[in-house]
């Protein structure tokens, strides 16, 4: 098929880093993939991922604010009506009329190192705007059927608009496309519709927040294998994963867990005490909370085929160590059976410094791809975060 994967980048709660880790995954992909396509989404109200991809033009001024006004690059509809080149210009047109026939999904991609020629040269943007919100409780309006659309199955249609225009991107003959989501923490229709067009989830949490009740939440959104409390059961029609599964909407699976750990400085949050942080022993338990879902859900699971388990670790090792990156190997096509603990942390989740997180912001602000520990300038403690991060995000291309 010459659509390669879709992943959303997603977690329901903020700052996990998932625009961080979308910008950077895309370019890295990128520059070892030179052959394919590379499609980013910003559906994200704030378009941070776009700002940090498209930046400022000539005069200063912010690129994806005036996109999204049509002050830059509009696209034209019929010679009359004028479209901003957006993700909120793509969803407006094709929940309200459905995508013309003369109309190319590809006008709306900006290949981003036109903008950059530091950034590979086939990563194209389908640019966020700051309008997703407010477009949002207008879908949501005609998603229920409120208003006039013009399908039989709005709800089912709606949904899976971002997932209609990815396909059509990768039906483009001799394109080979992979495609990488970021995505709100609210949960609201534009995070469903971004997580109904990926085929697959990467989820990034951070030590310092890691909890059961986080987990526990994140699984009853999404899939409904809990409620926090059964006295709304009777409401429980409303929710996403009742309608994705009565109107036939795939739901992504869970490929990989990145978890960044947690800070070394003792820096006070907002008057919390920096000593609240969670202990080994209740990041231990949370994590074979995650594995029990996964023996009772492993349909909520990527099947990884092609890979083979790394040699177990002795039991001395630290947690990177024992929960160690798998090696790939393409002379075999068996699927993984994983029927512990240690084989299932292994498969599926992945640690990263949380060092990395500074290095990984700053390149972001400048709109740089990961070169920094390039720049003889700056500190050795920052070239070596820079290499961890680097490596870190080549150990993620490598197991997508």
């Keep these: 098929m010459p659509l390669e994967g879709s992943y959303a980048i997603w977690n329901n709660r903020g700052g996990s880093g998932k625009t961080n880790l979308t910008y ?95 950034l590979p040269r086939n990563v194209y943007l389908l640019c966020g705007d700051t309008s997703l919100e407010l477009l949002g409780k207008a879908m949501d309006l005609k998603r229920s059927a409120t208003t006039v659309t013009p399908y039989a199955n709005p709800w089912r249609t709606i949904t899976q608009s971002l997932r209609v225009f990815v396909h059509k991107i990768g039906e483009r003959r001799g394109i080979k496309l992979m495609t990488f989501i970021d995505t709100n923490s609210s949960f609201n229709i534009a995070t469903e519709i971004a997580l109904a067009a990926a085929d697959r989830i990467i989820l990034p949490v951070s030590e310092e927040h890691l909890h059961r009740n986080g987990f526990e939440y994140l699984f009853s959104l999404l899939y409904g294998f809990s409620q926090p409390s059964s006295i709304y059961s009777y409401y429980r029609h409303y929710s996403f994963y009742y309608r994705a599964d009565e109107n036939g909407v795939k739901l992504p699976k869970i490929h990989l867990i990145l978890c960044k750990a947690a800070s070394t400085t003792k820096e006070p949050m907002l008057g919390i005490s920096c000593n609240q942080s969670p202990k080994a022993e209740e990041i231990e338990s949370c994590w074979h909370f ?17 890979e083979r388990m790394s040699p177990r670790p002795s039991s001395s090792s630290s947690n990177s160590e024992r929960y160690s990156t798998i090696s790939v190997n393409n002379h075999t096509n068996n699927f993984l059976s994983i029927e512990t603990f240690e084989e299932f942390m292994r498969q599926y989740v992945m640690h990263i410094s949380n060092d990395t997180n500074v290095v990984s912001r700053i390149a972001v602000k400048s709109h740089s791809p990961l070169l920094a520990f390039k720049n003889p300038h700056h500190s050795h403690e920052y070239q070596s975060n820079t290499q961890n991060f680097d490596k870190a995000l080549n150990d993620i291309v490598e197991r997508i």
């Excluded at 995650?290 to 092609?306: G, L």
Aim: proline share 5%; with cysteine; aromatic share 12%.
């Design 290 to 306: 995650v594995y029990d879902v996964y023996t009772k859900h492993r349909d909520a699971f990527e099947v990884h085929s092609n």
């Design 24 to 118: 950077h995954l895309a370019i890295k992909y990128a520059y070892k993939n030179p052959d394919k396509t590379v499609l980013v989404v910003d559906m994200c109200p704030q378009a941070d991922l776009s700002h940090a991809f498209l930046g400022d033009d000539d005069e200063g001024h912010d690129y994806v604010s005036q996109i999204g006004s049509l002050k830059k690059n509009p696209m034209i509809l019929d010679g009359q009506q004028f479209i901003p080149r957006t993700v909120s210009g793509y969803l407006d047109l094709f929940t309200s009329v459905g995508l013309p026939n003369n109309v190319d999904p590809r006008t709306f991609l900006f290949n981003v190192s036109k903008f950059n020629n530091q």
